[in-house]
């Protein structure tokens, strides 16, 4: 009985230690290049922009929805699938990280951020959308 107890015990802690890595790895930080290829290579990819209403109309990674704060966070994902892939960025990162603990307790599994934020996008040349666009409040 007692190396069947030990046996469990040991699965039960592996299986632990899997559980809780598996929960690590809900938010990955992506490079540049490898953000940019999951991003195009996703069918429908849900792209936040989490940085302030004033950084955002001047320029953003195109395709991008601004989720300026909890509440506009939390509001836009509120009816999306909790499987499916969220990428956010921010301009170098902390605020996307914020951002993915509260998605992440939501019950997003797949929460991927842009490495160094935008600061890292354009320095690597990719595209931008520099279309100085009007953002009302109720949005």
């Known amino acids: 009985m007692d190396g069947r107890k030990g046996i469990f015990i040991t699965l039960f802690l592996i299986c632990s230690c899997l559980h809780a890595q598996d929960t ?39 395709g991008a929805h601004l ?28 605020r996307s990280m914020q951002a993915a603990e509260i998605l992440k307790k939501a019950g997003f599994q797949k929460i991927l951020i842009l490495k160094n934020g935008l600061s890292g996008w354009i320095a690597r040349g990719y595209e931008i959308d520099r279309k100085r666009i009007k953002i009302s409040n109720n949005k």
């Not at 996703?42 to 004033?54: A, G, N, T, W, Y």
């Not at 300026?68 to 990162?93: G, H, K, M, V």
């Open 24 to 62: 690590i790895k809900k938010i990955q930080k992506l490079s540049p290049e490898d953000y940019y290829i999951k991003l195009h290579q996703s069918i429908c990819p849900v792209l936040l922009d989490v940085r302030k209403r004033k950084e955002y109309r001047k320029y953003r990674i195109p």
């Open 67 to 94: 989720a300026e704060n909890r509440a506009a966070l939390i509001s836009f994902t509120d009816t999306l699938d909790r499987y499916q892939p969220l990428f956010l960025y921010c301009e170098s990162e902390s």
